[in-house]
């Protein structure tokens, strides 16, 4: 686990998160979000094979969604994006990250 001064969760530079409908209903996404724990570590990565057509289409809209908005996954994670720390950095090609360590 990161320390509280280095995690980027903490420093609200990534976070984790899932698509719901107009009522809040969880969309099915092929696997559960972290806080529940990833039950299967089969359906845990972005790319995971063997998704139903509909988890699919989930995460591709998901993944259409945060990437326009300039974020970036971490592919072990389906719901795992940040923004502006040293992983967003590398993956981004940005010269510096945003946030960094104190």
Known sequence: MSP?????RCAGVALDLTLVDADGVELGMGGAVNGRRCGDEKSCPLDAPGLSAQARHNRDLLVRAMRAAGFVNYPTEWWHWSYGDRY???VAKAVHAI???A
């Open 4 to 8: 509280v001064e280095a995690a980027p």
């Open 88 to 90: 967003w950095a590398f």
């Open 99 to 101: 946030h960094e360590p």
